[in-house]
């Protein structure tokens, strides 16, 4: 062929092979060199496009079956994701944070999977805008705002298996009161109200390493307990360890918990807890209430209680109030409380807008706390 022929020829070739360049993503050109003469088979899987999603992370090869979880998760894999804004604004007392008013968020992502349908592994992630200073949120009135400078933090991770009939939770940085039934049915504003005034009894938390059991009657009764210590030091007098026990009876309009704990601190020292909560509901409102008693081994039995009310139709919403001790107090000593107001109203099956109020008496002076949070869940 001419040189003049060869010129003419090339355009119209560059022309074929455009199109076939510019498609090359959507066809599966490995499958295609494939074919040969003498076995020539179209099928309809073969211009598709594989898929381009990353099952895992860097360095997460191998983890999970890659045949079955193409792009996601397995189908026994769950996510929930929960965010609330908080504004307050704090009046009186002797802190950093008095005639302050600060904004801080708090987020909290839960992973959950079975194995066998009736196990399940469970993880918490954190994440808070508050650091180590803390704000008017996260620590005088403690809006269980997550001190996390903006870092997301493991804050759970346990696995719960039946044995029998009974439940088996084993983890680490969770709380032996997780498998506990309790019957506080108020729901708190801030901390100060937080377990009907049973923390350390009937929501006793833990130090690191837990594990704990429950059994539930087909009575309504129920049973737990369970034994947590600091990881490194499991169950020695260096580290900080806790037992607890709760019985339980839940019916349809009232329930009560009875709980005791043994926590021993290698730097606090050590004290028994005991801790009675309960509720009652009404046809217009729903109380709680609760009583504890401390015991500690270098001091005097303090009691400290609880009373809340609920009220499930205000308008649009729902009413919380409650007065409680501000802590467990001694005979002879000098009694401070809190009290709490605050109305939820769920603007959708996922965002909750709660205004409250709070008022809590301590030894610096009186404090009110004037602020709203603003929850999603999805």
């Avoid at 074929?16 to 099928?43: K, M």
Wanted: proline letters at 2%; aromatic letters at 12%; hydrophobic letters at 35%.
């Amino acid at each position: 062929m001419k040189l003049f022929q060869k010129l003419l020829v090339a355009p119209a070739a560059l022309g074929l092979l455009t199109p076939l360049t510019l498609s090359a993503s959507e066809v599966n050109l490995d499958a295609i060199s494939n074919y040969s003469n003498n076995n020539f088979e179209i099928d309809e899987n073969l211009f598709t496009e594989e898929s381009k999603k990353d099952l895992l992370l860097s360095g997460g090869e191998g983890l999970v079956d890659t045949s079955d979880t193409i792009g996601g998760f397995s189908e026994t894999t769950t996510a929930s994701f929960g965010v609330e804004f908080g504004v307050g604004a704090v009046d009186g007392g002797d802190t950093d944070f008095s005639e302050a008013t600060t904004f801080d968020y708090s987020m909290g992502i839960g992973l959950e999977t079975s194995f066998t349908g009736e196990d399940s592994l469970s993880a918490t992630i954190d994440i808070g805008s508050t650091g180590e200073g803390g704000s008017i949120l996260a620590s005088p009135f403690a809006f269980n705002y997550n001190a996390t400078e903006d870092v997301l933090v493991l804050d759970g991770l346990t696995y719960t298996f039946p044995v029998g009939g009974a439940t088996v939770m084993v983890g680490d940085n969770t709380d032996i009161s997780a498998v506990y039934t309790g019957a506080c049915a108020y729901t708190a504003f801030t901390d100060y109200a937080g377990n009907c005034g049973t923390g350390n009894s009937v929501g006793l938390g833990g130090n690191g390493a837990t594990a704990a059991m429950s059994y539930a009657f087909d009575s309504g009764f129920s049973l737990a307990g369970g034994v947590s210590s600091t990881p490194d030091t499991i169950l020695s007098e260096e580290g900080d360890d806790a037992y607890g026990i709760e019985a339980a009876y839940t019916a349809d309009s009232w329930g009560v918990a009875v709980a005791y704990s043994d926590i021993e601190s290698a730097d606090d020292g050590d004290a028994t807890f005991w801790g009675i909560n309960g509720m009652y509901a009404f046809d217009f409102a729903t109380i709680s209430a609760g009583l504890e008693s401390e015991n500690p081994d270098d001091g005097d039995t303090g009691t400290g209680f609880f009373v809340g009310l609920s009220f499930p139709e205000v308008g649009a919403g729902s009413l919380d109030l409650s007065i409680t001790t501000e802590g467990n107090f001694a005979d002879g000593d000098e009694e401070y409380y809190g009290y709490e107001a605050s109305y939820a109203y769920p603007v959708n099956d996922g965002m909750t807008i709660t205004p409250g109020i709070a008022y809590v008496e301590t030894e610096d002076g009186d404090v009110t706390l004037f602020g709203v949070k603003t929850s999603f869940s999805f």
